[in-house]
């Protein structure tokens, strides 16, 4: 009777080996769902970044132009390598105070309708 014991121990059953690599391929799987989380996030920040700087760069070269004294909405693509990106500048005229306008400065990708990045400002003559 102890010899069938001491037999039984020295191997590793099939299911022991099952359970161990069900084990595994669940940490698989969570570790690479994190990876293409982390890179989707990593991309969607990227795209945040440059539309935080084409604002910034076209704010100026709005202001520059004489774009932002009247109130109206104006709208625009960047050149290459950024015509991915479009604009869109909205100029508001105070109510309480006809010296100030209000500057809503937004940058898109192209045919979204949700802005990534928007400057707000206002400016008074």
Same mark, same amino acid.
């Given at each position: /009777? /102890?010899?069938?014991?001491? !037999?039984? !121990?020295?191997?590793?059953? =099939?299911? %022991?080996?099952?359970? &161990?690599?069900?084990? =595994?391929?669940?940490?698989?799987?969570? &570790?690479?769902g994190s990876?293409?989380?982390?890179? @989707?996030?990593? !991309? +969607?920040?990227?795209? $945040?970044?440059?539309? @935080? %700087?084409?604002?910034?760069?076209?704010?100026? +070269?709005? %202001?520059?132009?004489?774009?932002? &004294?009247?109130?109206? *909405? +104006?709208?625009?693509?960047?050149?290459?390598?950024? #015509?991915?990106?479009?604009?869109? =500048?909205? *100029?508001?005229?105070?109510?309480?105070?006809p010296d100030?306008?209000?500057? %809503?400065?937004?940058?898109s990708l192209?045919? #979204? $309708?949700?802005?990534?990045?928007?400057?707000?400002?206002?400016?008074? #003559?």
């Open positions: /009777m /102890m010899r069938n014991v001491i !037999s039984r !121990s020295r191997g590793v059953a =099939l299911m %022991e080996v099952l359970v &161990a690599v069900t084990i =595994l391929g669940a940490g698989m799987g969570v &570790a690479l990876l293409s989380n982390s890179a @989707r996030l990593q !991309s +969607t920040l990227s795209k $945040k970044e440059i539309a @935080r %700087e084409l604002a910034q760069g076209q704010l100026v +070269t709005l %202001e520059i132009a004489g774009a932002l &004294a009247q109130p109206g *909405v +104006t709208a625009g693509a960047f050149d290459p390598p950024n #015509d991915a990106y479009t604009w869109k =500048l909205r *100029v508001e005229a105070s109510l309480a105070n100030r306008r209000r500057i %809503e400065l937004s940058v192209s045919g #979204d $309708k949700a802005a990534l990045y928007s400057l707000n400002s206002y400016v008074l #003559d």
